[in-house]
């Protein structure tokens, strides 16, 4: 008996004659952190989607074992002129949360202070994907997507939301899924990597190639995606 709480099977996408994705398997185990590495446009986001039934028309299966997921994909909208707790309490409102207790709990997670009243708009890039990542972690998930969520970030930003992934991991028990076109950032952090190239998984690495050599890791890297090209998220 496995113990995968998520498994996608022979998923296949196409639109109209452009393969995006070709019979890819992704499963994945209860606990970890699995990386999904890809240059932009490999299909991680079109993956993504499917896995959380945005998009329902494709070929293959995704099986759900018995866990709520929540994903920031294509991010979710927020209200500018608002501040953080505003923003979740908007939210809560959407999904019948009645509880403050329960933004105040999650914005201490991800760092943002219930107390701050500065608004949306005036957040730095880092404050704003934490408070996207607060949105998703409302409803308790078991799984986080999280579709290349570095984007822009700074260094410090960078470091910052390696750190909460990591913290949400061991501390909270979220499985985590997250994408980048970014091999370093992924090596850092995921106990698993798949590498996605043009519409495949072409090659996984398993927590200890991940973790035995850095550079070995980028030739790896290298030979399975030397050959160039890709497909469209």
Same mark, same amino acid.
Do not use: W
């Given at each position: 008996?496995?113990?995968?709480?998520?498994?996608?099977?022979?998923?296949?996408?196409?639109?109209?004659?452009?393969?995006?994705?070709?019979?890819?398997?992704?499963?994945?185990?209860?606990?970890?952190?699995?990386?999904?590495?890809?240059?932009? =446009?490999?299909?991680?986001?079109?993956?993504?989607?499917?896995?959380?039934?945005?998009?329902?028309?494709?070929?293959?299966? $995704?099986?759900?074992?018995?866990?709520?997921?929540?994903?920031?994909?294509?991010?979710?909208?927020?209200?500018?002129?608002?501040?953080?707790?505003?923003?979740?309490?908007?939210?809560?409102?959407?999904?019948?949360?009645?509880?403050?207790?329960?933004?105040?709990?999650?914005?201490?997670?991800?760092?943002?202070?219930?107390?701050?009243?500065? #608004?949306?708009?005036?957040?730095?890039?880092?404050?704003?994907?934490?408070?996207?990542?607060?949105?998703?972690?409302?409803?308790?998930?078991?799984?986080?997507?999280?579709?290349? #969520?570095?984007?822009?970030?700074? #260094?410090? =930003?960078?470091?910052?939301?390696?750190?909460?992934?990591?913290?949400?991991?061991?501390?909270?028990?979220?499985?985590?899924?997250?994408?980048?076109?970014?091999?370093?950032?992924? =090596?850092? $952090?995921?106990?698993?990597?798949?590498?996605?190239?043009?519409?495949?998984?072409?090659?996984?690495?398993?927590?200890?190639?991940?973790?035995?050599?850095?550079?070995?890791?980028?030739?790896?890297?290298?030979?399975?995606?030397?050959?160039? =090209?890709?497909?469209?998220?």
């Amino acid at each position: 008996m496995n113990n995968y709480i998520l498994q996608g099977s022979h998923i296949r996408k196409k639109y109209g004659k452009h393969i995006i994705l070709n019979d890819i398997s992704l499963n994945l185990k209860q606990g970890e952190i699995y990386g999904l590495i890809g240059k932009n =446009g490999s299909g991680k986001t079109t993956l993504f989607r499917i896995l959380t039934g945005l998009i329902q028309e494709y070929s293959g299966t $995704v099986t759900i074992n018995d866990c709520k997921i929540s994903a920031v994909i294509n991010a979710p909208s927020l209200f500018l002129n608002m501040n953080a707790f505003e923003n979740m309490k908007a939210q809560c409102h959407l999904l019948g949360i009645k509880s403050n207790d329960k933004i105040n709990q999650v914005l201490k997670i991800v760092g943002l202070s219930e107390k701050n009243k500065k #608004p949306v708009k005036n957040f730095s890039l880092g404050m704003t994907q934490r408070l996207k990542l607060a949105l998703a972690l409302l409803e308790n998930p078991d799984i986080l997507i999280l579709d290349e #969520p570095s984007n822009g970030l700074d #260094p410090d =930003g960078i470091v910052e939301l390696r750190e909460l992934m990591t913290r949400l991991n061991q501390t909270h028990g979220i499985t985590i899924l997250v994408s980048s076109h970014i091999l370093s950032e992924l =090596g850092l $952090v995921a106990t698993r990597l798949g590498i996605l190239h043009e519409g495949k998984i072409v090659k996984e690495l398993s927590d200890k190639e991940i973790f035995a050599d850095s550079m070995r890791l980028e030739t790896i890297y290298r030979e399975c995606t030397r050959k160039g =090209g890709g497909n469209h998220d």
